[in-house]
């Protein structure tokens, strides 16, 4: 009885595992189609379907992505919490080596959420540091509309003649077009 126990139950976490990296796969994909990089949300002007594509009233409002590495599983695992037993069991330990170890998802967007996180600073060096905020504008642009978004700038001259083209964007202008914040 006890060898069979072992062969099944093994069976049944090595399943289990699938599951786990089934999830990730997926997790890695919803993440990449929903937070893409700058060049596909650029293309977005190229279609009516993601263009301005969140909304006040979505989770994910104002969630804009600064960059891509790896972060922990979403998924929470539903198991048997630990319980002292009088007998180890191995088995049960196997599970909890299964559920503890760290399952990360690779190179998925990092998210800044400016909802929970609405004023920004960025430093660095001048080049990096006017293309960071450059790629963070053109994200907020492109996928939140004009008349739910305000953006407000505060920057010297010097680096405003640099980004030159923010003057044009509607986000920078109040609902009767009468003030520019820059």
Same mark, same amino acid.
């Given at each position: 009885?006890?060898?069979?126990?072992?062969?099944?139950?093994?069976?049944?976490?090595?399943?289990k595992?699938?599951?786990?990296?089934?999830?990730?796969?997926?997790?890695?994909?919803?993440?990449?189609?929903?937070?893409?990089?700058?060049?596909?949300?650029?293309?977005?002007?190229?279609?009516?379907?993601?263009?301005?594509?969140?909304?006040?009233?979505?989770?994910?409002f104002?969630? @804009? /992505?600064?960059?891509?590495?790896? #972060?922990?599983?979403?998924?929470? +695992?539903?198991?048997? &919490?630990?319980? =002292?037993?009088? !007998?180890?069991?191995?088995?049960?330990?196997?599970?909890?080596?299964?559920?503890?170890?760290?399952?990360?998802?690779?190179?998925?967007?990092i998210?800044?959420?400016?909802?929970?996180?609405?004023?920004?600073?960025?430093?660095?060096?001048?080049?990096?540091?006017l293309?960071? @905020? /450059?790629?963070?504008?053109?994200? #907020?642009?492109?996928?939140?509309? +004009?008349?739910?978004? &305000?953006?407000? =700038?505060?920057? !010297?001259?010097?680096?405003?003649?640099?980004?030159?083209?923010?003057?044009?964007?509607?986000?920078?202008?109040?609902?009767?077009?009468?003030?520019?914040?820059?």
């Amino acid at each position: 009885y006890e060898e069979r126990r072992k062969v099944k139950y093994r069976e049944y976490l090595r399943n289990k595992e699938q599951e786990i990296l089934v999830e990730k796969a997926e997790e890695e994909k919803v993440l990449k189609y929903n937070y893409p990089d700058l060049m596909e949300v650029l293309d977005f002007s190229n279609s009516e379907i993601r263009l301005w594509e969140r909304r006040k009233t979505d989770d994910d409002f104002l969630n @804009i /992505r600064i960059g891509h590495g790896k #972060i922990p599983l979403l998924a929470e +695992y539903e198991y048997q &919490k630990e319980r =002292f037993m009088l !007998d180890e069991d191995k088995l049960e330990q196997e599970m909890y080596n299964l559920i503890y170890r760290p399952v990360l998802l690779q190179d998925v967007p990092i998210m800044n959420s400016l909802v929970d996180n609405y004023v920004c600073g960025v430093s660095g060096r001048e080049e990096l540091r006017l293309d960071f @905020i /450059r790629n963070f504008i053109l994200q #907020i642009v492109m996928t939140h509309s +004009y008349d739910e978004v &305000k953006l407000f =700038f505060l920057a !010297d001259q010097n680096d405003l003649n640099k980004m030159n083209f923010m003057r044009y964007l509607p986000h920078l202008w109040d609902d009767e077009r009468t003030i520019r914040f820059i």
